[in-house]
């Protein structure tokens, strides 16, 4: 976790890292919770704690700015507990959040590939009940506003970035297509995966890390396509794509079509933000599974 932190927020992310026992500690005491087990996780601390009535909870904290934790707070309240985790308490300032314990806690990753078709009704299951309108002054952000990302490529790299340009134009002008035609407006968890779903006994199956959005729901299909483990190239895993294409079109009762378009925008979009950390002159090679699914949705696109 350490060098994430640093290499991601620099010298306010070894600042955190320095005071983390001490805010760890007042955060125990003002709250009155026990500390418990931590979890291993890259970007932030996560332990197990036990409220003063005995409730287990789970303790998230985080560098204060320029985390994700500014969106997972709004996210959770506005699901309030329907087909996600619990916020119990937050204090966004100290980058703390206090969760509802999730048990068993299975992944759905834990599923696949042997029982893949469980894994995306699980799934299925969980957008049922977070796709619900937006309550009046919702703070969340429209998805469409991460289309900017294909346009911030196409100006900073042109056709000389490692990405085919017409793809990305397609992806982005896709994008907007799909959201101006979107058959509803939902909250979104936004960062809908495999790892983000855990076994539970409140509901079935409960989301949790929302990054909170609102738009077309067919957005949240997108990224079940190419996950888990982008990381892992194994075409078995690509091959699993025409399936879980027809099924979430079944079991959401979703054209085809757009769930074809969602996962070539959101597969690309994937690849450009992985992106942005590359250098011209540097060597490019795809460091994940998303541009093997973009490639293989291709023909089938609308």
């Known amino acids: 976790m350490t060098h994430n932190v640093v290499s991601t927020w620099g010298v306010e992310g070894a600042h955190w890292l320095a005071d983390l026992p001490a805010t760890l500690q007042e955060l125990a005491r003002d709250w009155e919770l026990t500390v418990g087990e931590p979890y291993e996780l890259s970007y932030h601390y996560v332990t197990s704690v036990t409220c003063e009535d005995g409730t287990p909870a789970v303790l998230k904290l985080g560098v204060p700015t320029g985390t994700s934790l500014a969106e ?115 909250l979104l968890h936004g960062d809908l995966h495999h790892d983000n779903i855990l076994r539970a006994t409140r509901e079935p199956w409960l989301a949790i890390d929302p990054h909170g959005l609102v738009g ?51 597969a690309m979009m994937s690849d450009v933000w992985t992106a942005e950390d590359w250098s011209p002159g540097v060597p490019w090679s795809p460091i994940s599974r998303a541009f093997d699914v973009a490639r293989s949705l291709l023909p089938r696109l609308p």
């Open 72 to 186: 997972e707070a709004p996210a959770l309240a506005a699901f309030d507990g329907r087909g996600a985790v619990r916020l119990l308490r937050a204090d966004l300032g100290r980058g703390a959040l206090l969760l509802e314990h999730v048990a068993p806690g299975g992944r759905s990753r834990d599923l696949v590939p042997g029982r893949d078709g469980e894994a995306t009704s699980a799934a299925v299951s969980v957008m049922r009940r977070l796709h619900v309108p937006p309550s009046p002054g919702c703070p969340l952000p429209e998805a469409v506003t991460q289309a900017e990302a294909f346009d911030s490529y196409v100006t900073v790299y042109g056709d000389t970035g490692p990405l085919p340009l017409d793809l990305v134009v397609r992806a982005g002008g896709l994008m907007r297509e799909l959201c101006a035609s979107a058959p509803a407006r939902v």
């Open 216 to 266: 077309d729901p067919g957005y949240e299909v997108g990224s079940w396509l190419f996950n888990p483990d982008p990381a892992d190239r194994d075409p078995a895993l690509t091959a699993l794509v025409p399936s879980r294409v027809e099924q979430l079109a079944d079991e959401l009762a979703m054209p085809v079509d757009r769930v074809v378009a969602w996962g070539f925008v959101k």
